[in-house]
């Protein structure tokens, strides 16, 4: 690959760097918030129901987040929405302060949720606005590398904090992450005034672009929501599932940046099929269970959730090269996204219960068939479209 298409990345990192400094404050926040969230609850006698009820209440929130957030974004500007959103969301976390009781919890997340579903699509939007067609797989793959570590990182503010003392380092991160944004340049990429019509209309126009983004929110959710109680029907010690656990969620971010590089180089319909297919083989070996020993479980894990998630970037990045609005192809994927996480523990859970174990990867196989089977769709199209499938 020519200098000049490094040279081009590079100066869109340099373009994007005030961005990429406040990616590590909401990443870490977020990344002890949810089990801080679910410590307190069972620590105050609360039972499961209810965390699932504040969980829900929270990605109502971020799905409202998403769907109004491009009009916050066209009537505010990024960097005013941005302050909005970071606002929003610090004050929901040191709200959960003031009482124990599960109605204002309830509450606090569902606001919470609208301030982190913003903040979600102003960073995709802003950073693919940052980008162009040949540097935008990098762009994305660093953002979400980077989002993906520090999430891991979170929870150490569990280990060296109080709970009330954690609650209010998490909000002063939200906050803090202003502080770069607000020297950050504005997208290059045009953006318009839209409504969420228009973001369902690129799903009936791209049908295959936004399949990617759906299959990353099932693969995300289902290992999730099951991988541990797969890890524990292998036998596992408590030892190997934590490490098992840990080692296939953090995969991505080591995974995200070649992937991304290579769909700059040779195509994201040409990098999506191979990296699903490849994904394939290794959630088709777990399924079958042809693998005993902890180290090769781990390994075809690893690979199969290192391969799968970069999925997302490739149809985001498909969206908005194929001359869509750009909040409207980031609300879409987003969309997309979240329709997979919330059908993944429920496919998965189905599987697991005629399946056993194995059936995490049954379901996992055949998420990974549909979306090697769409973007090998997407790469022999040759009709004349309004846009790319």
């Known amino acids: 690959?020519?200098?000049r298409y490094r040279d081009a990345f590079g100066k869109h990192v340099w373009n994007a760097r005030y961005l990429f400094g406040a990616v590590p404050l909401f990443a870490v926040?977020?990344?002890?918030?949810?089990?801080?969230?679910?410590?307190?609850?069972?620590?105050?006698?609360?039972?499961?129901?209810l965390i699932g009820v504040m969980t829900s209440a929270w990605y109502l929130g971020a799905f409202l987040g998403t769907v109004l957030g491009g009009r916050v974004i066209y009537r505010l500007g990024y960097h005013r929405a941005f302050v909005a959103a970071a606002a929003i969301a610090a004050v929901s976390v040191w709200g959960l302060t003031l009482s124990d009781s599960p109605v204002l919890w309830i509450c606090l997340r569902f606001i919470g949720g609208i301030g982190l579903g913003t903040y979600y699509l102003l960073m995709d939007s802003w950073i693919s606005g940052l980008?162009?067609?040949?540097t935008r797989g990098r762009m994305l793959a660093a953002y979400e590398a980077m989002r993906t570590g520090a999430v891991a990182v979170g929870p150490v503010l569990l280990v060296v904090a109080s709970s009330h003392t954690a609650f209010a380092l998490?909000?002063?991160?939200?906050l803090f992450g202003i502080v770069p944004v607000t020297k950050a340049n504005s997208p290059t990429t045009r953006f318009d005034n839209t409504n969420w019509r228009d973001a369902v209309a690129i799903f009936v126009c791209s049908p295959c672009s936004l399949a990617l983004t759906v299959i990353a929110g099932l693969l995300s959710s289902s290992f999730y929501g099951l991988g541990t109680i797969y890890a524990e029907g292998h036998g596992f010690s408590t030892a190997e599932i934590a490490l098992f656990v840990s080692l296939v969620l953090i995969a991505p971010a080591i995974s995200q940046l070649p992937i991304g590089t290579l769909a700059d180089w040779y195509g994201r319909a040409q990098i999506g099929t191979l990296i699903s297919l490849l994904a394939l083989v290794c959630a088709s070996v777990l399924s079958f269970q042809s693998l005993n020993s902890f180290v090769a479980v781990t390994i075809a894990a690893v690979l199969v959730n290192g391969l799968g998630q970069p999925l997302y970037a490739l149809g985001h990045g498909r969206l908005v090269d194929g001359g869509h609005e750009l909040i409207s192809a980031t609300t879409a994927g987003l969309l997309g996204y979240s329709l997979g996480t919330f059908i993944g523990p429920i496919g998965a859970a189905i599987a697991m219960n005629h399946g056993g174990p194995a059936g995490l990867y049954h379901w996992i196989s055949l998420c990974l068939a549909v979306s090697g089977v769409t973007t090998l769709m997407a790469l022999l199209n040759t009709r004349r479209?309004?846009?790319p499938l």
């Open 1 to 3: 690959m020519t200098n």
């Open 29 to 49: 926040g977020t990344g002890a918030l949810y089990p801080l969230i679910a410590l307190e609850l069972f620590s105050n006698g609360y039972g499961n129901a």
């Open 131 to 134: 980008a162009t067609p040949n």
């Open 170 to 174: 998490i909000g002063v991160l939200f």
């Open 385 to 387: 479209r309004c846009c």
